[in-house]
């Protein structure tokens, strides 16, 4: 590929695979201009996604793809402790698969 034709400011772009239970499984369709890291946790905090099975960054410019899904997870529990919240309902399953027992034991209020 021409290196020239892939612009070089291109964002780095998060997209939610969800679940939606007996219709499959499949990538959230979004904005280019919604699909930065911290929309997306918005989004999956404020209930935008059903079921989100996982995340994944890519950055076409600089040719990389990884699964942050545990990031993502673990940022959701970190603030969901900041607020002395519980993880919302929609995302427990989520946070219980990719941040681990390491950071539940911090959400238990102090009396």
Do not use: K
């Not at 076409?60 to 993880?87: F, K, M």
């Amino acid at each position: 590929m021409d290196p020239s034709l892939v612009p070089s400011d291109e964002p780095t772009v998060y997209l939610v695979a969800d679940d939606f239970g007996r219709a499959g499984r499949a990538w959230r369709e979004t904005d280019l201009e919604t699909s930065d890291l911290e929309t997306v946790i918005q989004d999956l905090m404020s209930g935008e996604y059903r079921r989100p099975i996982r995340v994944i960054a890519f950055n076409t410019a600089e040719r990389w793809s990884e699964d942050v899904s545990e990031d993502v997870a673990r940022e959701i529990q970190h603030r969901c402790n900041l607020q002395l919240s519980n993880v919302p309902s929609h995302l427990q399953e989520f946070v219980d698969r990719y941040a681990g027992q390491d950071l539940r034991q911090f959400s238990l209020r102090l009396v």
